[in-house]
């Protein structure tokens, strides 16, 4: 069985968690390989329901191995309080399902604080950040000025290391943002207090997938956020610091040589956005209100209402290219059982002319949705659990959307939860 990446093609918060954790039951290993505790994947099973930042989705199922790669943003405070969260619920962590990359590197006290104080200074400018630290920290990791995890095993250099760093720092928070210097006392406690906790499962994580991937073992690598927030790829600067797309699995999860086949894209039925930047397809007033209402859109992180708006068509089709997707994954069907007209953004108008390309981030201010409208079903769809089940009209829907996005939708979920799935 091939490998294969579960990833955002949107904006995000397309229901890639309860993606993860329906596939994984065919999986050995599950891998996190970018992003941080900036982000939610909400995942309901037998334990409960958990709003998961930094742990890898498959983290419930027995006998799966999860592994945080060396590209995360390894937050060690806020990865304890989520192993504690689930550890509570009577998901049992260990070294042997839990393994955290020596290799990642740490985000270090002040990455949070340079977040809030950037965040204050641009003001009515600001990029919307979730102020968890992840652009100071992926900043500096490119600076080379983060600390490896694998350094908590050599206290010595850590702290010798440590202090270079704080040093440096001190300079940008008390100089340019007239903040607090950070001392090695603090630093002391941050190792005690945050790191202590996490360090059993630190482990040279390249090593084990090399071995899983040589005795044919199956790996399933989980994404945060979705394509237009690639770094590279998305809506610029609104994007996260990270790669989202497919193409970044092999380096950030510790194992270069891996071979991708599978790439399940995971799409909403309808578009939601979080925080800052052009959003093109958004719709307004008491129509918005319904939707947000009927999906609850309010962010797993932060409880902000989403923006919302139709399924995008544009940006999706575009999605699916910049991720590679084989497969889609389309969610929250059962959202749209309200509406008696479907509102699908199907071109963008743009400077007098209609365009089904995604333009380059700057002209997307400009940009109009153009809207055609589907019939709605108005009935319960939930409990469909085959193909056949779900009424011509959101038959329709589907099939409208794989031929417009040129991608086959193998899964339709009509559901939160793990078995309200609809597998074509
Ligand atoms: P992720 O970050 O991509 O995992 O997405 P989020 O967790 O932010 O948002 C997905 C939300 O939609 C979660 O609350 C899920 O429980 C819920 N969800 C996922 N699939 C479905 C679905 O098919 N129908 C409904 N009604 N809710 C769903």
């Known amino acids: 069985m091939a490998n294969c ?14 993606m993860v954790d329906l596939l994984t039951g065919h999986y050995d290993v599950v891998i996190r390989y970018q992003g941080g505790g900036n982000a939610g994947h909400t995942v309901i099973n037998e334990y409960g329901k958990f709003a998961l930042h930094l742990l890898p989705s498959g983290i419930f199922r027995r006998g799966v191995v999860n592994v945080l790669g060396n590209g995360v943003a390894l937050d060690p405070e806020n990865l304890w309080a989520e192993m504690q969260e689930v550890m509570g619920k009577g998901v049992s962590l260990t070294p042997d399902n839990l393994k955290i990359s020596d290799r990642a590197s740490l985000l270090l006290p002040w990455h949070r604080d340079l977040d809030a104080l950037e965040e204050a200074r641009l003001a009515d400018k600001k990029y919307g950040s979730t102020k968890q630290g992840i652009a100071p920290f992926y900043s500096d990791k490119q600076q080379k000025k983060t600390v490896l995890a694998g350094e908590l095993f050599y206290p010595e250099e850590l702290r010798a290391h440590l202090r270079d760093l704080m040093e440096w ?17 603090l630093l002391e406690r941050w190792i005690a207090d945050a790191c202590e906790n996490i360090k059993p499962y630190i482990c040279d994580t390249g090593e084990f997938l090399h071995t899983a991937q040589k005795q044919g073992k199956r790996l399933l690598f989980e994404a945060q956020l979705g394509s237009l927030r690639d770094l590279d790829y998305g809506i610029y600067p609104y994007t996260t610091s990270s790669n989202t797309t497919a193409a970044y699995a092999p380096i950030g999860s510790g194992l270069p040589s891996a071979k991708i086949g599978n790439v399940v894209g995971v799409v909403k039925a309808y578009s939601t956005c979080v925080g800052e930047g052009p959003f093109v397809c958004e719709m307004f007033g008491d129509e918005a209100e319904a939707l947000r209402r009927a999906g609850a859109e309010y962010g797993a992180k932060t409880g902000r209402p989403r923006r919302v708006g139709p399924l995008d068509i544009v940006a999706t089709r575009y999605g699916v290219e910049v991720q590679a997707a084989t497969e889609i994954a389309l969610t929250k069907l059962d959202v749209l059982s309200y509406m008696e007209k479907i509102p699908v953004c199907t071109r963008y108008l743009l400077n007098g002319r209609e365009t089904d390309r995604f333009p380059f981030p700057v002209a997307l201010k400009d940009a109009k949705p153009v809207i055609e409208y589907m019939d709605g079903w108005r009935c319960d769809i939930s409990a469909a659990r085959r193909w056949e089940e779900l009424p011509a009209q959101a038959q329709n829907y589907v099939n409208m ?3 417009q996005i040129g991608c086959r939708i193998k899964y339709v979920s009509v559901g939160p939860e793990r078995d309200s799935i609809i597998i074509r």
């Not at 990446?5 to 309860?18: C, F, M, S």
């Not at 720092?169 to 006392?185: D, H, I, R, S």
């Open 401 to 403: 959307i794989e031929n």
């Open 169 to 185: 720092k001190n300079l940008t928070l008390t100089k340019v943002y007239g903040a607090k210097p950070y001392t090695m006392e």
């Open 5 to 18: 990446a579960i990833v955002g093609i949107n904006w995000g918060d397309e229901g890639k968690g309860r």
